[in-house]
Structure formats: structure tokens, C-alpha cells
């Protein structure tokens, strides 16, 4: 069992900045896959990037590629989502996931365990 807690989102305008954290439970950290999805309201919730087990091998959706930086901290049992170049279309509820598959994980349904979500705001 993984429990999930997010934090970090907040009100930022656009062009700006933010940091999510993902903090797990559990000693196992480092063998699931771990990833972000988004939510945004009326929207489907949606894979935003994902950092594998073990490789660390990233992956992103394009919206966000050379913007958005996933990784993690083993030590610390954290993954962290760091987000620049913020844009009105990424304001959202982010969700932290964590997957037992291997790597890249893109569904939904690849994920076992999932956060609460934290919001994103961004004015524009």
C-alpha cells in the first residue's frame, strides 16, 4: 500500500512558476513508476509526465515538454513536479500517481495508487 500526498499548487500568473511535491509512504518508493495527471474542470483527467523505477527514464505529454521537469528523491520519498512558462490551459487539479508497471505509464489505468490532488491556478 502507497499513500500519496501533494503539495504545492497554488495561484501563480502566467509565465510564472511552480514546484509540486509528491510525498509517498512506504519503503518501496523506488519501485513504482511514478506520475502526474491533470484534471482540468469539464475535462477528462489527462497524463501530464511520468518517471520510471529504477531507470529514472522520463516522458512527457508534448503540451508540456520543455516546460514542465519531473524527478525524484528517493531519500526523501518524493517526486516532484517542476513547472515554468505556466499557462492559462494549465490551470488544473494535478494528481500524483504511482504505477508498478515499468515505465513510461500513460493511462489511468496503469496506476495503483493516487493522491488527492492539489490545485493549479494560473492567471492569465
Known amino acids: 500500500q502507497v499513500q500519496l500526498v501533494e503539495s504545492g499548487g497554488g495561484l501563480v500568473q502566467a509565465g510564472g512558476s511552480l514546484r509540486l511535491s509528491c510525498a509517498a509512504s512506504?519503503?518501496?518508493?523506488?519501485?513504482?513508476?511514478m506520475g502526474w495527471f491533470r484534471q482540468a474542470p469539464g475535462k477528462e483527467r489527462e497524463f501530464v509526465t511520468s518517471?520510471?523505477?529504477?531507470?529514472?527514464?522520463?516522458y512527457y505529454v508534448d503540451s508540456v515538454k520543455g516546460r514542465f521537469t519531473i524527478s525524484r528523491d528517493t531519500a526523501k520519498n518524493t517526486v516532484y513536479l517542476q513547472m515554468n512558462s505556466l499557462k492559462f490551459e494549465d490551470t488544473a487539479v494535478y494528481y500524483c500517481?504511482?504505477?508498478?508497471?515499468?515505465?513510461?505509464?500513460?493511462?489511468?489505468?496503469?496506476?495503483?495508487?493516487w493522491g488527492q490532488g492539489t490545485q493549479v491556478t494560473v492567471s492569465s
Open positions: 500517481a504511482a504505477s508498478k508497471g515499468p515505465g513510461p505509464v500513460t493511462t489511468r489505468t496503469g496506476y495503483d495508487y
Open positions: 512506504g519503503r518501496t518508493f523506488s519501485s513504482y513508476t
Open positions: 518517471i520510471g523505477r529504477y531507470t529514472g527514464n522520463t
